[in-house]
């Protein structure tokens, strides 16, 4: 009998919280030391949390945006590096299944992630086109050959760079017609791939661990089957779908300002000035940037989770342009109540905060990250505004 999807649910919440504590557990070492946490992928990979959204057929979890969301937020609270390249896998495990790719590449990369545990994720960044969300073209060239194509580029960010082993690439098919549309499309790149290296460049103040490393691809030969779909313009449904997916990954960003709650609340309860004779929870002061903290995050919670809840009922297909609207409203709130929230954390703890010995310092550093992340806020302010005036 197979295993009803709220129960799976339920297992993969369990396995977040169980992984978010051993990740956490090891952030600090590896920030210091200045390495790569590769002992988290074996811990994911044991407990098959990467599969949270390869279908059922292939041998994953096969769960939605709204079990996944929930999940990420509590993985979120340990490791937000190690969480972040995880949103991306189980992201563009989801889109790679409703993107229409070739049916026998999606066989070969879900076989690949079931039996290998191989990650993927998608490398779209350029230094040239800033955020790709914003519409800028690739000047990373796939040229057709009678092989199929050669593609050669830099991809920027890449988070889990160490450890992906199938590429998402964009890049521009170059043609001799004058005044052509450049065509844009995506590509699938395998890392053992002759031709694709990686240069370990992610030196940030956010995320350290994360590996947005660049994926250099010199004259990568590629066959037909590897041109997935169209980088351009797809259907608003797909969109909106695909748009739904980046709950995951603003999920992270709410749970490292959980994290830092967690943690201003431990800390208001045992810290006793002698000054006082009693916690710094008793004061009014604390008590209402306590408050404020709470209030910050449970906007952005309630938010977050009703979005994805609409979104895992198919509001893409129904109403593709009011959840591309409100996704990006979860988002703004998941990272800017989150940045409250790690703010008000601090002052709880005063200076203590400052120190290198607590969590506080990393969720203050990792939390700012997920402003760089689409839709960045204009985009989501502005669209709201267009729903608001029925304009969208
Ligand atoms: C933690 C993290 C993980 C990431 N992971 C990935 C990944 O896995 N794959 C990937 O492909 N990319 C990834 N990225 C890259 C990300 O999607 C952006 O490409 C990157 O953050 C650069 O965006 P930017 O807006 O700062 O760029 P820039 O283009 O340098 O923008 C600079 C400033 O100008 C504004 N701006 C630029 N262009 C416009 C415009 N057309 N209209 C209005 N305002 C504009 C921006 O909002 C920003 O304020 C990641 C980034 C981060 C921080």
């Known amino acids: ?45 044991r407990t098959g949390y990467h599969l949270a959204t390869v279908p059922e057929s292939y041998g994953g979890w096969g769960l939605s945006v709204a079990d996944v969301t929930r999940a990420q937020a509590r993985l979120g609270e340990g490791c ?50 800033g955020s790709p969300s914003r519409g800028g073209i690739p000047t990373t060239t796939a040229t057709p050959n ?45 890392r053992d791939q002759p031709g694709v290296s990686i240069e370990r460049t992610w030196d940030a ?22 041109l997935l779909a169209s980088a ?6 797909s969109a909106a779908f695909s748009a739904a997916w980046g709950l995951p990954v603003a999920a992270v960003y709410f749970g490292i300002g959980r994290a830092a709650a967690k943690f201003a609340a431990k800390y208001a309860r045992e810290r006793k000035p002698n000054s006082l004779g009693k916690s710094i929870a008793e004061l009014p002061h604390i008590q209402d940037k306590a408050g404020r903290m709470e209030l910050a995050l449970l906007e952005a919670e309630n938010t977050l989770f009703a979005v994805a809840d609409l979104a895992a009922t198919g509001e893409a297909d129904r109403n593709p342009a009011r959840l591309t609207a409100l996704v990006g409203a979860a988002k703004f709130l ?4 989150a940045i409250e929230a790690v703010d008000l954390a601090m002052r709880i703890a005063g200076s203590a905060s400052l120190s290198m010995e607590t969590p506080l310092q990393r969720y203050y550093r990792d939390v700012r990250a997920g402003l760089g992340n689409p839709p960045m806020d204009d985009v989501s302010i502005a669209t709201l505004g267009k729903m608001a005036l029925g304009i969208l």
Not at 14 to 35: M, P, Q, V
Not at 205 to 226: F, H, M, Y
Request: with cysteine; aromatic share 6%.
């Open 1 to 45: 009998m197979t295993e009803p999807a709220i129960s799976r649910a339920a297992r993969l919440y369990d396995t977040a919280a169980e992984l978010a504590d051993l990740f956490g557990s090891r952030a600090a070492a590896h920030e210091s030391a200045g390495t790569f946490p590769y002992e988290n992928y074996d811990d994911l990979r």
């Open 80 to 129: 937000a590096s190690t969480a972040l390249v995880v949103a991306m896998q189980v992201t563009q495990v989801a889109r790679a299944v409703r993107a229409g790719w070739p049916q026998a590449t999606l066989n070969r990369v879900m076989e690949g992630i079931v039996e290998h545990g191989y990650l993927i994720n998608s490398t779209a960044s350029e230094p040239a086109t």
């Open 146 to 190: 009678p092989g199929g194509y050669s593609i050669t580029g830099r991809k920027t960010y890449s988070t889990g760079a160490p450890v992906l082993h199938y590429f998402v690439v964009s890049a521009n098919i170059p043609t001799n017609e004058v005044g052509a549309r450049p065509q844009v499309a995506n590509f699938l790149v395998e």
């Open 205 to 226: 103040l956010s995320l350290k661990l994360c590996g947005n490393d660049d994926l250099v691809l010199e004259n990568v030969q590629l066959d037909k089957s590897a």
């Open 232 to 237: 351009q313009k797809p259907p608003p449904e």
């Open 334 to 337: 998941a990272t800017n109540r």
